[in-house]
């Protein structure tokens, strides 16, 4: 069992930044490829940006590349989403999740573990 704890959420003006944080505990962090994914209200979850076990490889929705930067620290066995330039459409619950093996997907179906989020309001 893996948990995980999302944190960084909040309010921000249009063009601003925050950097959301997931937390893991319970397992090597290390054998976990990672993903964030988000929820507006009244939409489906969709996918955000996703990052191999060791870090070498990341995915980002197209519509998000250039804005979003998907980190992770082994050592500190936590992840990261960078964001910058938010729009109001950005405003979501971001959720982190975990996916045993190496390799990230783009598809919430094949994550093993989930946070409970973390909300992300950006105004006009």
């Known amino acids: 069992q893996v948990q995980l704890v999302e944190s960084g959420g909040g309010l921000v003006q249009a063009g601003g930044s925050l950097r959301l944080s997931c937390a893991a505990s319970?397992?090597?962090?290390?054998?976990?490829?990672m993903g964030w994914f988000r929820q507006a209200p009244g939409k489906e979850r969709e996918f955000v940006a996703s990052?191999?076990?060791?870090?070498?490889?990341?995915y980002y929705a197209d519509s998000l590349k250039g804005r979003f930067t998907i980190t992770r620290d082994n050592a500190k066995n936590t992840m990261y989403l960078q964001m910058h330039s938010l729009k109001p459409e950005d405003t979501a619950v971001y959720y982190c999740?975990?996916?045993?093996?190496?390799?990230?997907?783009?598809?919430?179906?094949?994550?093993?573990?989930w946070g409970q989020g973390t909300q992300v309001t950006v105004s006009s």
């Open positions: 319970g397992r090597t962090f290390s054998n976990y490829a």
């Open positions: 990052i191999s076990s060791g870090g070498g490889i990341t």
């Open positions: 999740a975990a996916r045993r093996g190496t390799r990230s997907s783009v598809k919430r179906s094949e994550y093993d573990f």
